[in-house]
């Protein structure tokens, strides 16, 4: 399947190679942000594998990288039995996994939007559509119900959370959480909750969990060490099965089915999980600490902006702006103009489904020095119209 480049990419494509220094504020991967897991816990784990070298796969996982996450759930107040949890390469490969189970092909999956852009490409793999139902910006990013309600059928298959959200940084309350599993379950739907940015929660309480705190009668609940460990490269993640025994079971078995067709993630990470874990707190809890600074320093910079409007996130790398200005471009226009003007490269929200108007997605993870002049490069912007 070719595919076609945007014109957003074409313009960074062209001034690139033209040699302008373009400074891309929408980073997800933490590795290019200067967070790196300490390389020695790695460096003693896979040593001990490559001196051995064996190889006993497990479908689901191998049972000591299962009971390390179970325990890292159990010291968040949920209760998960090891045998409920499937390893996969990724969360993308996880909703893969989820698509091929739930549904056949023209069912579909009740997605929000603004959302996480790469769900398209996953559900057109599976040849599933997404039902998008709106996130509120009004009401904080919260979750339009009456719209999901509406965009249900027959052929809905689950409903998707990704709390906190890719990318309006918005985290579901624990009112929404309650009203969304109180419906999910009326329907007989299953919940699939993306949890990908959970260590980076940075509201009120603990972090509202479904799987903890309504207990859905089916709940997938998915997670990785990608963004929580900053290890992108190291392709683990996992899909956490809860809920009631007899929805359960089914759905386990076939989980394992589809995860043993594609036989064994990477042994060697799966084995360094429990002294991940372990011994990853210290990292976590300054990479967490770091993370919330360049959050609040971006949120205080661009409240000095009247020109801006967002919701200050709740959680994840991610926001949301729109430009309370009148302006003689489009939303493709704004970006492209940017990055020729400024060299500043900012997402629009159409890349996430959003056509509602121009919206711009920005990532409080770039360091500061980015984030201070990438965000006064957009001021001057928007005041030269
Ligand atoms: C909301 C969301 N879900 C899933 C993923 C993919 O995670 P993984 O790296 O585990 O495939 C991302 C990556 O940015 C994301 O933003």
């Known amino acids: 399947m070719a595919q076609q480049l945007n014109p957003i990419e074409q313009t960074h494509r062209r001034l690139t190679t033209a040699g302008k220094r373009i400074l891309r504020l929408y980073a997800g991967n933490p590795n290019d942000q200067g967070f790196h897991f300490p390389g020695e816990i790695l460096e003693r784990v896979y040593r001990a594998y490559f001196r051995r070298q064996d190889y006993r796969p497990h479908p689901k996982g191998l049972p000591q990288a299962r009971q390390a996450i179970a325990s890292y759930y159990a010291g968040q107040g949920a209760t998960l039995d090891p045998e409920h949890l499937i390893l996969t390469s990724g969360t993308s490969e996880s909703f893969l996994y989820l698509f091929s189970l739930l549904a056949s092909p023209g069912d579909n999956f009740l997605t929000p939007v603004p959302a996480y852009p790469l769900f398209d490409a996953i559900a057109a793999l599976a040849r599933v559509e997404l039902r998008h139902y709106p996130l509120c910006e009004d009401h904080a990013w919260a979750i339009d119900f009456d719209a999901l309600e509406s965009r249900a059928d027959a052929r809905s298959r689950a409903v998707l959370l990704v709390s906190p959200n890719n990318p309006t940084g918005a985290v579901a309350s624990p009112e929404e959480v309650t009203r969304l599993v109180t419906w999910a379950d009326a329907k ?22 479904p799987m903890a705190l309504e207990r859905p009668q089916l709940c997938f609940t998915l997670n990785g060490l990608s963004k929580m460990f900053a290890l992108p490269g190291l392709k683990l993640s996992w899909i956490a099965v809860s809920g009631e025994p007899a929805r359960v079971a089914p759905a386990l078995d076939g989980l394992e089915t589809i995860a043993d067709t594609f036989l064994s993630c990477h042994i060697p990470i799966q084995e360094a999980l429990p002294a991940l874990f372990a011994e990853g707190t210290p990292f976590l809890a300054e990479y967490r600490r770091e993370v919330r600074r360049r959050r609040n320093l971006t949120v205080a910079l661009l409240q000095e902006e009247p020109a801006l409007r967002f919701v200050p996130p709740q959680g994840g790398f991610y926001l949301t702006l729109s430009v309370a200005k009148e302006m003689p471009f489009d939303e493709e226009g704004f970006v492209i103009r940017l990055m020729e003007e400024e060299g500043v490269f900012l997402h629009p929200g159409y890349f996430y489904d959003d056509e509602s108007g121009t919206h711009l997605v920005l990532s409080c993870l770039a360091q500061e020095p980015e984030l201070r002049a990438g965000i006064e490069a957009l001021r001057r912007f928007i005041h030269r119209y």
């Open 188 to 209: 007989g739907l299953p919940l699939i909750c993306d949890e990908v940015f959970s260590e980076f929660y940075f509201g009120p309480g603990s972090f509202p969990r």
